[in-house]
């Protein structure tokens, strides 16, 4: 079928399902006894139709779809909460991690969805976060291709370690393989300003933990380097495996970020081209036309309200920071 005759009838569809709702609201809410006023019979047939208009779109809307390929974006820091712990999110929009989930779950349920692409723009960011998206990835059934424009770094490549295929831009960052763990320390501040620390624990490294007002005990920073390193070890062999590397040559990237064509020589990314060229790629893994489909995360009313009031507040508070860190500074082009 065209396009044109899909587009056609599914706007004869929720024709057809608006003035239904239209009809059956009047026969159910003007046919009433008198309790019930005119001003909400009114009211209640507009939601009728609207909702209507709401279910007939999506259901035409899936019925004809002619996409074949869907496509998920991981944007910005990788964290559970969108804008939740962190001191400066990269926008209050970006979804998190349970939404970028939800997404490519939802794409792997869609009969119309026959492979993946994840457009992974992302620093990287918490550990679990990243794995949820990874795991999600391995499990969709079909190909996932990851591609990246500007910077696919730490969590990122923790996720395209998932994927099938990572490709990249010439001039795109790839890399920064390792592991940050920080903490804020107080400790000499609180000694110089006589501010005491009191903690009632239980267990020998409860308090390795969150507590900035306490110096950290030597035992405490081996424990705490012990974790990291196991993290980091874990890293290693997931992307050596994903990328066909041993673990040394990983290792010997020491936690640098490559220039894609430097990252394409050395085994991190598997081919170099735009996002149209992997979507190519994709083409040839299912053997039909690629057709994209960008999901995105499904929000009600109420959240969309808090998302975009937001997304305002941050929109005006980075351009005030901008206007007074000044225009300089920073490697651009």
């Known amino acids: 079928m ?10 004869l569809g929720i024709l057809a399902a608006a003035l239904l709702a239209a009809i059956l609201g009047y026969v159910l809410l003007y046919r009433v006894p008198a309790d019930i006023t005119d001003l909400l019979g009114i009211l209640l047939t507009v939601g009728l139709v609207l909702l209507a208009v709401r279910l007939a779109s999506r259901v035409l809307a899936h019925r004809f779809a002619d996409y074949t390929v869907a496509e998920v974006k991981v944007a910005g820091p990788i964290t559970r909460d969108s804008g939740g712990g962190r001191p400066l999110p990269s926008s209050p929009t970006t979804p998190d991690a349970d939404e970028i989930v939800e997404q490519i779950e939802r794409a792997d349920d869609d009969p119309n969805v026959e492979a993946l ?8 960011g918490e550990v679990v976060p990243s794995d949820d998206i990874r795991l999600a990835a391995m499990e969709f059934d079909g190909p996932t291709v990851a591609y990246t424009t500007d910077l696919c770094a730490s969590g990122g490549m923790w996720i395209a370690s998932g994927c099938d295929e990572l490709w990249a831009r010439d001039a795109s960052l ?28 239980s267990g020998d490294y409860k308090d390795s933990l969150g ?10 920073r081996e424990y705490l380097q012990g974790l990291s390193d196991a993290w980091y070890d874990n890293f290693v062999e997931r992307v050596a495996d994903s990328f066909d590397l041993t673990e ?11 220039l894609g064509e430097d990252a394409a020589s050395m085994g991190l990314v598997t081919a170099l081209g735009t996002d149209e060229d992997a979507e190519e790629r994709v083409g040839e893994l299912i053997g039909v036309e690629p057709v994209r489909e960008e999901f995105e995360p499904r929000r009600g009313l109420t959240e969309r ?23 300089d500074g920073g490697l651009e082009l």
């Open 2 to 11: 065209e396009d044109s005759t899909q587009n056609a009838v599914r706007i």
């Open 174 to 201: 790839v890399g920064s393989i390792g592991v940050r763990f920080s903490q804020t320390r107080f400790d000499d501040l609180a000694d110089r300003y006589g501010i005491s620390y009191e903690r009632i624990v």
């Open 305 to 327: 309200f808090r998302f975009g009031a937001a997304s305002v507040a941050y929109a005006l508070g980075a351009g005030a920071a901008s206007v007074l860190a000044g225009e």
């Open 248 to 258: 040394t040559a990983v290792r010997d990237t020491e936690a640098r970020v490559f």
């Open 211 to 220: 507590a900035p007002f306490k110096e950290l005990e030597p035992r405490e």
């Open 117 to 124: 692409m994840l457009k992974l723009n992302t620093p990287g």
